[in-house]
């Protein structure tokens, strides 16, 4: 669908298509566990977060050099300016990256260089969210926050991704205070498999002004009345929801009743080379899965720019 929007909730890694990662594989030296890209996609077959987790980190060994990077930016910012975005708030992961001896200035600057010509080559303009990783030490954050200082003008915002369970938001505290004391913005995923405790930890203990899938507060009745009070915009991936087996089908995704409930909702493709679909794609699934009428359609689009940081004059604009 190509109803113009913006886009909250992508993982830059998650944009790597089996084509790509052949070719950088070949051009870097790096021998993937599989034969050919149709080998690679029967692998993208999950159980749950960790499952493909594993794969996610596995394939990001082929991206070691600037280009890579801005070559990965480039192809997903192809896609996504086809499927009507305009703008787009993109996470990248520097700890899985710097794990495997790429420093975080060449993740930044590679992604820097395609998000930089956005505007004029794609029509889109962009911003940088800088994700930990919960799975690792609340240490590791903080170190990863003081490499970040030199590439913080590239930078707009914190999140928080990877495996959730077991590892709550209160955990990274302390690089949220540091993060505000930077003037940077603040998300968080919570309640994607965590519980609902996850989504309230996020906004009390973290400060943070979106909750990155949120799909479990449905669960918890006050949680919801607050999130509609406070207009806390929820990024959803529905089909990211079905591949993780968060929801059985798509026709079982409650986006109809979390709108129905006047929660702010968004719809976002989250890792859309593993999981069947861009920005558009997932806004198609859920008008025919859910039988969505163009203005819910048009309501979520309009979500989208008033959840995104951006100000009134650049929201104009993206629209
Ligand atoms: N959830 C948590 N961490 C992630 C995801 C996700 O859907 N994608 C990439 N990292
Ligand atoms: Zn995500």
Redesign the pocket.
């Known amino acids: 669908m190509h109803l113009p929007k913006a886009e909250l909730h992508l ?1 830059i890694e ?1 944009t790597l298509e089996p084509e790509l990662a052949f070719a950088l594989a070949e051009r870097n030296g790096v021998t993937l566990p599989y034969a050919t890209t149709d080998e690679l996609r029967r692998a993208y077959q999950f159980d749950d ?1 960790q499952s493909f ?1 594993d794969l ?1 980190y596995a394939l990001m060994a082929v991206l070691r050099t600037e280009e890579d990077f801005t070559e990965l930016a480039d192809a997903y910012l192809t896609r996504a300016a086809a499927q009507g975005v305009r703008h787009a708030e993109i996470f990248f992961d520097p700890q899985a990256h710097t794990a495997r001896g790429v420093p975080i200035g060449t993740v930044v600057e590679g992604l820097g260089r395609a998000l930089e010509r956005s505007e004029e080559t794609h029509g889109i303009s962009t911003q940088l969210i800088l994700c930990f990783l919960r799975d690792l030490s609340a240490e590791a954050a903080l170190g990863t926050l003081d490499a970040a200082r030199p590439y913080l003008h590239r930078i707009s915002a914190i999140g928080l ?2 495996a ?1 369970v077991g590892h709550p938001p209160a955990k990274f505290r302390e690089v949220y205070e540091a993060a505000t004391a930077l003037g940077l913005r603040k998300v968080a ?1 919570a309640g ?1 498999e965590g519980p609902p405790e996850y989504i309230r930890e996020a906004l009390d203990i973290l400060g943070v002004e979106r909750i990155d899938h949120g799909l479990r507060c449905m669960e918890d009745p006050e949680l919801v009345a607050r999130l509609v009070a406070d207009r806390v915009p929820l990024t959803l ?1 529905p089909l ?1 929801n079905v591949r ?1 087996r968060t929801v059985d089908t798509l026709t079982d995704h409650p986006l109809p009743e979390m709108m129905a409930a006047g929660l702010l909702c968004t719809v976002n493709s ?2 859309p080379a593993y999981f069947g679909g861009y920005a558009g794609d997932n806004f198609d699934a859920v008008r025919d899965a859910l039988a969505l009428d163009p203005e819910q359609l048009r309501t979520l689009a309009r979500n989208s720019f008033e959840a995104a940081f951006l100000d009134h004059d650049e929201e104009r604009r993206a629209r």
């Open positions: 993982h998650g977060l987790l996610y991704d990877s959730e995923h994607e991936c990211s993780l989250d890792d």
